[in-house]
């Protein structure tokens, strides 16, 4: 079975709809890690594509929580808390029943999915090896996906040291004999300075992943954000994958 793994689409549809050109054909069934909503101007579209794609299993991110959830949104910094706030009044009835009504961790096929990390799945960032590495006692089975970042990485544990695999795009990697932590980076809105669309095929026949990188319309979205008057901060940001 091939997957297709994707994160932290914020609500941009011109991003998502280029990585899924880019994936057609290559995959069976889609899995998303959250963060569908916040930041971007298309929201409602973004979801209704998700949910039309073949065996989709999808899991809340922190911006999906907010939007739905009765909470505080002043935890977020001020540009996040103005178009979360944008998107709570754009959201549909049926994309608000449904990001209210999806878990924030999956297991299933043997790996974990989850936004932020296994120990916080709607909250923790893994940043490094030691963030890891205290996630790793928490993976369920041997792989585990997560986002949240919005930048491509990959974690491996011996079962002694945890240690981080560099990302290449033109080599696929093994997944044999470790537990693997795997972040596909962002679809709608990279910060590795680089910015094209992020992706991963996961191959479970095979056990192998595949990071991808694909080139997206930046400008028709950020237009789009222009007409909506989200903040400016998030456009430029598009421009360059930070
Ligand atoms: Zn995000």
Redesign the pocket.
């Known amino acids: 079975m091939r997957i297709l793994v994707i994160?932290?689409i914020?609500a941009n549809l011109h991003a998502l709809e280029s990585v899924l050109k880019d994936a057609k054909d290559t995959y069976d069934v889609l899995w998303c890690l959250?963060?569908l909503v916040?930041?971007g101007p298309y929201p409602n579209e973004c979801l209704q594509i998700v949910q039309s794609l073949p065996e989709f299993i999808c899991i809340s991110?922190?911006?999906d929580y907010a939007t739905v959830a009765k909470m505080d949104l002043s935890t977020f910094n001020p540009i996040a808390y103005q178009a979360l706030h944008w998107t709570k009044n754009e959201l549909s009835t049926e994309s608000y029943n449904f990001l209210e009504k999806i878990e924030s961790t999956v297991y299933t096929n043997d790996v974990t999915l989850v936004?932020g990390s296994p120990n916080n799945p709607l909250w923790e960032y893994i940043t490094d090896t030691n963030v890891a590495n205290q996630n790793f006692t928490n993976v369920r089975g041997k792989l585990c996906l997560v986002?949240?970042t919005?930048i491509p990485r990959i974690f491996s544990h011996d079962g002694i040291q945890c240690n981080e695999i560099s990302v290449n795009t033109t080599q696929s990697i093994n997944l044999f004999e470790r537990q693997y932590i795997l972040n596909p980076g962002?679809v709608g809105?990279p910060r590795d300075h680089n910015p094209l669309a992020a992706y991963g095929i996961l191959d479970l026949t095979k056990h192998t992943w595949e990071q991808r990188r694909v080139a997206y319309d930046i400008r028709a979205t950020q237009d789009q954000m222009m007409i909506e008057q989200l903040p400016e901060e998030l456009m430029i940001r598009l421009s360059f994958g930070m």
Do not use: R, T, V
């Open positions: 994160a932290d914020h959250g963060d916040g930041y991110g922190n911006h936004h986002g949240h919005h962002s809105q």
